[in-house]
């Protein structure tokens, strides 16, 4: 739905009186106290003004920080969650209005939303919902719905703020819609900026305070404004500190909450930017050397580990690179054969982590290394805090930094290097399963592994490294993902260009630009040997090599690895869980449910901890269950009260149908575009605050345009418009991807920005008429738009997992056409 502020109609003059009386300068006055400048200073009308717009960013500053604790506590942001939870608080505004129609006194629903938002705090740190145990424990279904409620509920305030100002406003309705708007527009940047310069704790606590001094802004007695105020301020001061009960609570099963448990183990550090929690533990029972030769007998260097969001550890390394015992390590590792076969020249590290892979890459003095910027955090903490027990790794004269992340990197036009290697920074996972699966990765997408393959130099080497998995998913994957990115690159004898073996626990890939040589399968071969590895694939590969050092009952992994290198398709259609490829436009490396699993997964519900690959959906699936029972009354209710006050039938079928079809559009392609977003801008935070800036100020336009502009012509346009987006989008964002920072941040705002005005019309115009040919009937139809706007941005994330972000806009564009088809039940507009 349009982030409109409330039900209302938008009248004509409110294009030329937009900004106009907001704040309303009075001659100078003497200054007795603060709130006694405060009442000499701003009007009751200009107070209403400051109020809603302080209101309005403290619940966009909510409902971005909000991204930042689902990241931090489980294992996804729930972005879609979010927004989802918005649109519906504020659908249930219109419920509210028609039970209530006079309603609270601003103050105190500005001072609920307060309220409410520290209640949501309290409820989703100390009621530990488990995304994890989803699948066995039933009370996790009822206490995901105590999360829906409690944080919804601020939303549920904020929305009726908004409707209760701008109902007192009378014709001077266009002052509150513009407050509303500013205000809005100002609280998600207000949250980014506050995670950077403090924490996460204290955007939320600004969120809290930003209501309170919109309490302040309404109240008409200046004690109760100071009391209001001084309030605000201790809740921020005390989230800012943060006081350890106010300090985010981690899911148990979080890699940092588990290390912590270790005896011994020591919490040294913790530091915050926009987008990144950075955690450091040091502990003796860190040893991260992923795929690590079993055969190798060394005494492991001292390792600190780094937690991202509470997810690692990435290994900080006490060692340099000239001390020989790290060039014995570092042959041991399996990564090494590829810069044995490409011992010298520009190396490309992706995903370093901490610093691990750079380290071992430069115990060979032939190779210079290059490191893609990830996140600045963890380049402040190497540069910084962990500088001496690093060895100044990070400033080492062999390893230059590039300040982007490294899809950018990728897309850029430059010297080519010899090597680019996808280093191995996850943590391992026995199973892919909660909230994780939902994760998106854009670093092991086919369109990622092209980029790649195209920055090496004509004899150039790829080398990839991922853990190995009961049954056979994330290795099997990355060889279907690479081997696709090959043939679309032209290699059509990929098998020439291709070699796989696997250790333990992590099979590496190794794809070179040349089909691979006798004396290199000799030089490989020799290394497998010496190493304990086993081959899965090799030119030449003889039955006696695969299975002999790793045993297992049948040699599982390399016969998948053989089927899909000859039949690719036959062998994906076949086999129980997904392996599709994952693209830009559908970046679920970690997901592997399929629809067909679910009778299966039904029947294993209660008898064991985790069905593979499936909670991510039941966690979906959940979530819609809930949204669809919090819309129905919400709908219902508002019609039955009308019908039995007015006794008046509702308008019919044709204006549900306008509206529910406007709701679910709205939802399926703000979310769609905060994900494509995502790719263009690094981090799903930046992502979401500035399309959500985009889309609320550019609905807003639209909105305030919707009586100047014929609906007749606005849905066509906005159709034919999405339809150009659905065929733009991946060109568009890999297009992008080269650009710097403010300039992706502008593209991006500028590409949302027609598309959010021609969204913001239909909403707008259909109120309007509706209320000339039906009156009373607004906040049935505001209940409406919102409720199917929260139930369409579960099912966006559900289309994005199957089918991608495509598909969703392709929803999108359907619900839009639904609405046009359906607005024939409105009158033809005046002009």
Sequence with gaps: MPPVAAPQIVPKSITAGLFKGILRPTPALPVQSLTAMGSMLLSPRDRTAVGLALVSAASLAYEVTLTRLFAIQQFHHFAFLVVSMAVMGFAASGLALSIWPRGPRPWNLALAFSLSALVAYTVLLYLPFDSYSIAWDRRQVAILGMYFLAAGTPFLFAGWTAAAAMAAAGERLHQPYAANLVGAALGGPLALLTMQIRSGEAAFGLSIALGLAGTAAFLPRPRARLASLTGGLILLACFALPLRPLQFRLSPYKPL????????????????????????????????????????????????????????????????????????????????????????????????????????????????????????????????????????????????????????????????????????????????????????????????????????????????????????????????????????????????????????????????????????????????????????????????????????????????????????????????????????????????????????????????????????????????????????????????????????????????????????????????????????????????????????????????????????????????????????????SRAALPASMPVRWLLTFVWILPLGVLMGIPFAAGLRKLEAASPGWIPWAWAINGSLSGISGVIAAILGLAWGFRATLVAGLAAYLLAWLSSGFLPRARH
Excluded at 424 to 452: H, K, N, W
Excluded at 570 to 592: E, G
Excluded at 635 to 648: D, H, T, Y
């Design 257 to 732: 909450e588990i290390a912590r448990l270790a005896l011994g183990a020591s919490h040294t550090l913790t530091r915050w930017s926009a987008s990144t929690r950075v955690d450091v533990l040091e502990s003796a029972s860190i040893h991260v050397f992923p795929g690590l030769s079993l055969q190798t007998g060394l005494e492991l260097p001292e390792q600190a580990g780094l937690f991202v969001d509470g997810d690692g550890p990435l290994p900080i390394t006490h060692a340099a690179p000239e001390d020989p015992r790290m060039t014995t390590l570092a042959a041991a590792m399996p990564s090494h054969i590829a810069y044995q076969l490409r011992p010298n020249g520009r190396a490309l590290i992706l995903d370093a982590g901490a610093g691990l892979a750079p380290l071992l890459a430069l115990t060979n003095p032939g190779i210079e290394v290059h490191l893609p910027v990830e996140d600045p955090l963890i380049l402040e903490v190497l540069k910084g805090p962990y500088a001496s027990f690093s060895e100044d790794l990070a400033a080492h004269t062999r390893l230059h930094w590039i300040p982007r992340a490294a899809r950018g990197v990728l897309a850029q036009v430059g010297e080519p290097y010899r090597l680019i290697e996808f280093a191995l920074s996850d943590s391992f996972r026995p199973i892919t399963s909660g909230a994780f699966s939902l994760s998106e990765d854009y670093l092991l997408t086919v369109e990622a592994f092209q980029a790649a393959w195209r920055r090496l130099d004509p004899d150039g080497l790829l080398v990839v490294t991922r853990w190995i998995e009961t049954p056979p998913s994330e290795s099997t994957r990355t060889w279907v993902t690479l081997m696709t990115a090959l043939r679309a690159e032209g290699i059509i004898e990929v098998e020439k260009h291709l070699i796989a073996f696997r250790g333990m626990r992590t099979v590496t890939i190794l794809a070179a630009r040349q089909p691979f040589n006798d004396q290199e399968i000799a030089s490989v071969r020799s290394f497998l040997r010496s190493g304990g590895y086993d081959a899965l694939a090799l030119p030449g590969l003889r039955p006696d090599e695969v299975n002999r050092f790793n045993i297992l009952p049948e040699p599982v992994y390399h016969r998948l690895f053989m089927a899909l290198l000859k039949d690719p398709e036959a062998t994906i259609t076949a086999y129980p869980f997904d392996l599709r490829p994952p693209s830009d436009l559908r970046p679920y490396f970690f997901h592997f449910f399929r629809w067909g699993q679910t009778r299966e997964l039904l029947a294993q519900l209660g008898t064991q901890w985790q069905p593979f690959g499936g909670s991510g959906y039941l966690v979906l699936l959940a979530l819609l269950a809930l949204m669809v029972l919090a819309a129905v009354p919400m709908i219902l209710i508002p019609a039955v009260l009308r019908r039995r006050r007015e006794r008046l039938n509702p308008p019919g079928l044709m204006p549900l149908l306008y509206f529910a079809g406007l709701g679910a559009g709205y939802l399926l392609i703000e979310i769609p575009l905060i994900q494509i977003s995502t790719l263009i801008l690094d981090r799903p935070a930046l992502a979401l605050a500035n399309v959500l800036l985009a889309l609320l100020l550019a609905s807003g336009l639209g909105s305030l345009l919707s009586p100047r502009v014929r609906l007749r012509w606005a849905l066509p346009c906005l159709c034919l418009f999405l339809f150009s987006t659905i065929v733009a989008a991946g060109p568009l």
